[in-house]
């Protein structure tokens, strides 16, 4: 007995199992297929279209203007460095100049002090002179002064030894006149 499902033979679904791939697809590779290739390239065409449309007018001003801001941070970081580099150099020279200015001041002050110092010593050497001479001046007198002295007792010296000579060589006092003038005669040679 044979069973009817809705008034179709059982005999027509074996048919239909035939036509259909193992697997439950039918025909071959889809993109493959010359009847699909229309249809995929329309799609390729619209994705094309909408991936462009999304990359211009999102990605890349968002691209372009991170790249935009972050030459802009770079502009100004040089610029704020080669401000700041030439408010340094300004720096360095102005301490330059004032380091040049100090050192010729301060040999200027040196130059001064010197020639105060030497003019004080010059000064302190003369009057030293001064007394120096003062002194030798009254040391030559006070020489002078004891030579004469000395000399006058050489004299009185000379006189007695030589009378205390000739008395014991010959036995006689001599004569003071003579004895005088030979002394004298003696002294002056």
């Known amino acids: 007995m044979a069973e009817k ?10 048919t239909g199992a035939h ?8 025909g071959g590779f889809p993109p493959f297929e010359s009847s699909s290739y229309a249809s995929q390239l329309v799609s390729l065409v619209i994705a094309f279209v909408a991936l462009y449309l999304i990359v ?24 704020a ?9 300004a720096a360095l020279k102005a301490y330059e100049t ?31 002179e001064d007394q120096l001479s003062a002194r030798l001046a009254a040391a030559e007198k006070q020489i002078a002064a004891t ?6 007792n050489v004299r009185g010296i000379a006189a007695d030894a030589a009378s205390a ?8 006092l001599p004569d ?7 002394v004298d005669a003696s002294l002056k040679g």
């Open 5 to 14: 499902s809705h008034g179709t033979p059982a005999k027509g679904h074996e």
């Open 19 to 26: 036509t259909e791939a193992p697997g439950g697809h039918g």
């Open 56 to 79: 211009s007018r999102i990605a890349l001003p968002r691209v372009g203007g991170v790249i935009d801001a972050r030459q802009n941070a770079i502009e100004g970081d040089l610029s």
């Open 81 to 89: 460095a080669q401000k700041l580099k030439d408010e340094s150099d």
């Open 98 to 128: 004032e380091l040049a200015s100090a050192r010729s001041r301060a040999q200027a002050i040196g130059n001064e002090t010197r020639e105060k110092l030497n003019a004080a010593a010059e000064a302190e050497r003369k009057t030293l």
């Open 147 to 152: 030579r004469e002295s000395a000399m006058g």
């Open 165 to 172: 000579i000739v008395q014991r060589l010959t036995g006689v």
């Open 176 to 182: 003071g006149n003579t004895l005088n003038s030979a």
